[in-house]
């Protein structure tokens, strides 16, 4: 007997994914559903080969549910994830709604899948932000090698990282700039064809912006609490996969070599390095796989046991579904959960 699993924002760019990574994966679901807001109700998503017509999450009833992937933003997320737990249903939540909250395990499965088993406290699981995943999976396997004291990462995040709007802006100013249109920003604070934009979510007290801020809280927490992390989080005019410029100081000596061998071993990890013109990986080529990608891992000499490096992931998969539906396979592996329709 197969699980029963609802994916709440199925309608978004995400939720599409999630429903795709479904399929691909062959999760064990005897039903999905999708769901999403009333004005969304039904209309048709696809899931595998089959259509499914979008119902209501507010006159959705969860009590036979056993897993929920939810990714419709993060006010949606604190409203509906406590009574969805309460109902008896898992959640798996991909907002920032309930990502440093204690008593919600912050996952990532290649890293510290173990923690997961810290869910029944809320019934909720919370997806790292998208850049946050990437970095930590590259993280991890060094980590443990050679301790990791300081992160120096600058961000290149594509324009879906916004959501669809990102991407239409993305779109519509482009063609604007070839037909001589005048170029309107909307999503954006500023024109993002052609251009980067030094900010991403809100700005804080202290100058860094909340997605700056969410790297530094979350690393810690999913990886280390003693790591010493500063980001610059940078829009680009990319539609998929965000891309991250990381510089590392370790406790312990630590070389090139050392650490491509160590890479290359590591789940989720695939190294693409050879030092030519075109040796490495772009965000463009990384759209609609599943790895973290790894390149430019070289030594700098200006700090004691430094490493630099490139990394590049798709923020749709990785970054948000792929890790989701990893976390929920993670559940069923370890018969954290049981499907309800079989007790």
């Known amino acids: 007997m197969g699980y029963k699993v609802?994916?709440?924002?199925?309608?978004?760019?995400?939720?599409?994914?999630?429903?795709?990574?479904?399929?691909?994966?062959?999760?064990?679901?005897?039903?999905?559903?999708?769901?999403?807001?009333?004005?969304?109700?039904?209309?048709?998503?696809?899931?595998?080969?089959?259509?499914?017509?979008?119902?209501?999450?507010?006159?959705?009833?969860?009590?036979?549910?056993?897993?929920?992937?939810?990714?419709?933003?993060?006010?949606?997320?604190?409203?509906?994830?406590?009574?969805?737990?309460?109902?008896?249903?898992?959640?798996?939540?991909?907002?920032?709604?309930?990502?440093?909250?204690?008593?919600?395990?912050?996952?990532?499965?290649?890293?510290?899948?173990?923690?997961?088993?810290?869910?029944?406290?809320?019934?909720?699981?919370?997806?790292?932000?998208?850049?946050?995943?990437?970095?930590?999976?590259?993280?991890?396997?060094?980590?443990?090698?050679?301790?990791?004291?300081?992160?120096?990462?600058?961000?290149?995040?594509?324009?879906?990282?916004?959501?669809?709007?990102?991407?239409?802006?993305?779109?519509?100013?482009?063609r604007a700039v070839f037909v001589s249109d005048p170029v309107e920003a909307s999503k954006f604070p500023k024109r993002i064809a052609f251009n980067l934009i030094p900010h991403i979510d809100v700005f804080m007290e202290d100058g860094t912006t909340k997605e700056e801020w969410k790297m530094v809280v979350e690393t810690k927490k999913i990886l280390d609490p003693k790591i010493k992390l500063t980001a610059t989080c940078v829009r680009v005019p990319v539609f998929v996969s965000h891309s991250e410029a990381v510089n590392i100081e370790f406790e312990h000596p630590i070389s090139a070599d050392e650490a491509r061998s160590i890479l290359r071993e590591a789940p989720g990890c695939l190294v693409i390095d050879k030092r030519e013109p075109g040796g490495y990986i772009t965000p463009y080529e990384a759209t609609g796989e599943d790895a973290t990608y790894i390149s430019r891992i070289r030594e700098d000499i200006t700090v004691e046991n430094g490493l630099s490096m490139w990394v590049v992931s798709d923020n749709l998969r990785k970054g948000a579904a792929l890790n989701a539906v990893q976390i929920a396979e993670v559940l069923v592996n370890r018969g954290l959960i049981k499907a309800k329709a079989a007790a």
């Open 6 to 174: 609802a994916v709440v924002g199925a309608t978004g760019n995400v939720g599409r994914e999630m429903l795709a990574i479904l399929d691909e994966r062959g999760f064990p679901a005897d039903e999905v559903i999708a769901l999403a807001s009333r004005r969304s109700q039904g209309q048709e998503v696809s899931y595998g080969d089959k259509t499914l017509k979008v119902k209501a999450l507010d006159t959705f009833d969860f009590s036979g549910v056993d897993i929920c992937l939810m990714s419709a933003g993060g006010t949606v997320s604190k409203e509906w994830s406590p009574k969805i737990g309460a109902a008896g249903c898992v959640v798996i939540d991909n907002s920032s709604a309930f990502r440093m909250d204690p008593d919600v395990p912050l996952i990532v499965p290649e890293v510290n899948a173990d923690a997961v088993a810290g869910f029944t406290k809320k019934n909720i699981i919370a997806n790292p932000n998208c850049s946050t995943a990437q970095l930590v999976v590259a993280l991890k396997p060094l980590h443990d090698k050679a301790t990791i004291k300081r992160v120096v990462v600058a961000t290149y995040q594509s324009v879906s990282g916004a959501g669809k709007d990102g991407m239409d802006e993305l779109f519509t100013q482009t």
